[in-house]
Structure formats: C-alpha cells, structure tokens
C-alpha cells in the first residue's frame, strides 16, 4: 500500500487545494520567508492545520534558495558567511520545530547547481566530503528520528553510486530517497535505481516517487517517464512515507499529483 503524499508550499490557497484531497502525507516545500520569526510562527500553525485536518505525517523540506542562490550542504563558510549561517540557522530551526511538533524534517546533502563551484573550493573530494559528513553527522544527532537526508543527482551525496550509499550506513542515517535523482544520476539505469532502492530499503524513511527520463531534472508524474515502476514498487520500504513530487504547471492544482497516485494504485493493484 502506498499512501497519498502531496507536496505544497505555506501559501495557505495550496495547502487548501492539497487538502481537499484528504492526504495521508503532506509535506511543506519551505522558503527563506518561512525561516524568519514570523514564518516560523506560520509555519508552527500550519502544521497544527495539516494535523487537525488531514494528517499527522508530516515533513518540512528545507529552503533550496537563499537570496536567489542554490543552497548547498558543502558550502564553505568562508566563501560567503552570511549565506553559511543562514543555512547551518535555518535547518537548526526547522528540525527544533520538527522535534517540538514531531514531524519530519528534510534536508538535502547535495543539489546540484552550485555543486561543482564549491568542490573547487576545497583542497579535494575528499576533504569536501569530509566536510559533508561532518556536517551531516551534526544535523543528524540534532534531529534524531526527526531528520532525514535526501539525494542528489550529483556525484557529491547520489544514491546511485554504492560508495555514497555505504557512508549513508556506516553512519546510519535515515534516508529521503528520491527515485528521479538516482534515476538521472545513472543516466537512465532501472538496474541502477533498483540497486539502490534494494540497498537503502530499511534505512529509508521517505520517499519522493518521481518519474524521469533519466536526462535531467525533468520531475515527470509517474507513468511519463522511463522508470520501471514495476520493479520499482516491491522495493520500495512499507513503513516509509511518500509524496509526489511533480512539476506543477499551477502551483494552486495539485491534480498532476493526484494522477500519479491513481497510477501507483492501479499499477499495484494488477501486481497483487
């Protein structure tokens, strides 16, 4: 059984779309405005909304962007200190909500547009690595069973590469496993995500169930790309949570999301 998982921002007009869908997962794309104070405070109401109306299964995905620039786990401090302590401040403060209203937060080890510029900023990939992982071990003591630690399409934390998911063991993170990323990552291997789905299945917590057509960042709904979901749905770890994470034409209408949950439902039910 896979449970429907919708995806919105803190603009109350999509959190009222996805709810009239009764979600049983919800999770809550944040902004750099949802970091401040204020938004914080939204934010903490919001939840308490989701719960009394929906659902208690919910994750906070950490801001992508701060002033327009791509966020990045790797980022030195020393490049650009404010951008550093807002990322190292905003994810303190969003898993200390998390924690305060039990819910998930998300954050990723790497994204992938600034990635390759801040790797020339160091002395290696080793020592960014390092970096990483220090970092990440940081975050994951703070957060507990209240954070996990998203993939990337980039060779800095990919779940398609078995080295980055045997760091992901040997420091027994809890894992969001994004099945495009790793999809992307291998350049359009099913035998690759299927790897990795099978090798990280009872670390991962969550998921995000994407369809691609393994070539870049396209966020297809499922059935539109080229992703086994066959092979893909008896590995997937049943006590995990999942959304949909879809490229909406219309931020206010989630029916894309909708249809990807009504195809995984069919699809499962042929199989079984």
Known sequence: MVLLGLKASTDRRQITDRLQYHP???EFHLTENDMTPDGLKRLADDIDWVKEAATDKIILHEPIR?????MEMILPEKYNPDFYHFMME???NMVALACDKNVLALVHGAFNKETDKYLQMYPSFDAAEQELLRRLDYFAKYGADHLCIENSISAVWGYADPQIRQLAKTHHYHLAFDTSHVFIQSHGSNTILQAALRDLREQIVHYHL???????HDSL???????DWQAVVPLLNPQATSIYEINLPNQLDATKQVASHRYLTTLIQHLS
Do not use: M, R, T, W
């Open 210 to 216: 994407v369809d691609s057509n393994g070539e870049y």
């Open 90 to 92: 905003s994810i303190e």
């Open 66 to 70: 701060y002033h327009g620039q791509q």
């Open 221 to 227: 709904p499922l059935g539109a790309g080229k992703i």
């Open 24 to 26: 049983q997962v919800f």
